[in-house]
């Protein structure tokens, strides 16, 4: 154990047995959360749930600081608005019950909205009011709260507490270096299955294409050419639509602003790339010619993007290859629109090459430990209990009632039901064993016509969304102060920007918008940050390889 969390130890320990000599009967967490008692479900696997009969607090090893403390977390979740009001709320339904019963932990959940996340939590840390556990996809902000020193390192606590854990990553040593920040593991997670490493994906309206007897455009110049002809033949159209707009234009051109590219062997941040300029432009183009919505660039619910697609309004979706959400948008359109035929295609190509669309990293959901914790212990008894038996039932549901196991597979018996009831529980499932192949999701899915449509598209949709390497250069992105303090303001400065020349008229081009960009980039200290990152490159590249 290292030194500093020796001291932590010792410190927690005094702090227990002063309290104990004044006549109080324990140490408590401060965080909320009632036991439930309700909630039944099966893991859906070979083996039973484990059961946990204990009452609530550890007993034994006297030396460890966290023996006696209740077992009682609380751990952030996404909101994106799946909770029917007769299933609860994200805080109260039937699967927080399930989870405090069958695991035997305390869990109080702290939902925070999915297109705010980091924002809130931003805010819940500097009020001191964040929960034990937080999660985030994004490696870059888990890096930010190193820097701002609210988290703290876990692999003691994985060495000491953690079975299952621990033995996943001594059998998956490459992700250490995605979870190590200044030498030390900051974060649990577990490796993406292949339909979780897809993420942006484009779909278009192939029943258009064939009526107006069009190709499916493969270049970008094919594409915006293809959105013409939409405009013009369905004249209340609105050719493309996306609420991943921006970043998939931004994928395909190899310009994502907040990455760091490799350029001739000298790394430059992507918002200063020459190429995003042309991004910026396309952009502008687009929106000038009506090919795009006009309220897009303020559309943060995605509340217009999926009501223009989902009536037979918009012919090109800019969004993800699949599952959840845009399963339902394909559902609701042909729902709608009986004749449609929402396919997915290819990324298209630029004229700086076949970039591909956005696809993550191996990691999945990276999991940090708030500094303030009062018990890490239990913490980590939770997640090596989610990743052990609790991963499956939350995302596939009741076996008998939502799935049946085919072939090792959740087969959904009812998608309606599964979407009400299971969907939003896969927010829970943060750490998992999962090894989930493109075809699986045609046993995955319910039987009836529409489901196995669905499905059958959302095959070809990953397998597409994957045919063309997304450009990362690095394995994971450098995170250091210099940067994470100029993303601070130069993000919001980017945005700002960038709507400024897409809908200000002639005066305001992507070159324009670049300028801009790298004089505030210049006064922020960009210089220092693209030493750092060059001398982080350095020193990690044999690793990269």
Known sequence: MKKGMKHRGKLALMACIAIAMLGTTACSSNSGGDSGNGGKGSNGGT??????????????????????????????????????????????????????????????????????????????????????????????????????????????????YSTTYKKYLEENPDLKAHLTFNGEIYAIATKRPVTQIANHGIWIRQDWLDELKLERPKTMEELVSVAKAFKEHYADSTPIVGYTTFDVYSALYGA???????????????????????????????????????????????????????????????????????????????????????????????????????????PFIYVAFNKEMKNPKAAIEYLD???????????????????????????????????????????????????????????????????QRMAALSVESVKLALKNEFRRDTPYQPIFDEINEIRATLDTFIRETRATAVTQGDKYTGKWALEEIRKEWDRLGGAKATEVAQQWYEDNKASFQ
Not at 260 to 277: Q, S
Not at 316 to 340: F, H, R, S
Request: net charge negative.
């Open 256 to 362: 994502i602003n907040s990455q760091w590219y490799l350029e001739d062997g000298k790394m430059t941040y992507g918002g200063v790339l020459d190429r995003f300029a042309d991004v910026i432009q396309l952009e502008k183009e687009l929106y000038e010619q009506g090919l795009v919505d006009k309220e897009y660039l303020t559309d943060n619910n995605n509340q217009r993007a999926n009501q223009l697609w989902t009536t037979g309004k918009a012919g090109i979706l800019m969004g993800q290859w699949g599952g959840g959400n845009i399963d339902i948008l394909m559902k609701d359109l042909i729902a709608n629109v009986p004749t449609a035929k929402p396919e997915p295609m290819e990324s298209v190509s630029t004229q700086y090459g076949h970039y591909g669309a956005y696809q993550e990293s191996s």
């Open 47 to 160: 083996e039973p749930v484990k059961q946990n009969n204990n009452t609530g607090e550890n007993k034994g090893d006297a030396a460890d600081p966290y023996e006696g403390l209740p077992k009682k977390i609380s751990i952030s979740t996404f909101d994106r608005g799946q909770v029917s009001s007769d299933e609860g709320t994200y805080e109260d339904n039937r699967w927080v019950k399930w989870i405090r019963e069958k695991s035997g932990i305390d869990v109080s959940i702290v939902p925070v909205a999915r297109n705010q996340a980091q924002d809130k939590l931003n805010i819940l840390f500097a009020s001191n009011q964040a929960p034990d556990l937080v999660w985030e996809y994004d490696r870059g902000y888990i890096g930010k709260l190193v820097t701002q020193g609210v988290i703290q390192p876990i692999g003691d606590y994985i060495d000491k």
């Open 385 to 451: 209990w989610i990743m052990e038996n609790g991963w499956f039932t939350l995302v596939n549901g009741e076996e008998g009632v939502h799935y049946q196991l085919v072939d090792g597979v959740a087969k959904r018996t009812d998608v309606d039901k599964f979407n009400k009831e299971v969907l939003y529980a896969g927010e829970y499932g943060v750490v998992r064993k999962e090894n989930m192949k493109p075809e699986d999701l045609l046993i995955q899915a319910a039987e009836d016509e529409l489901s």
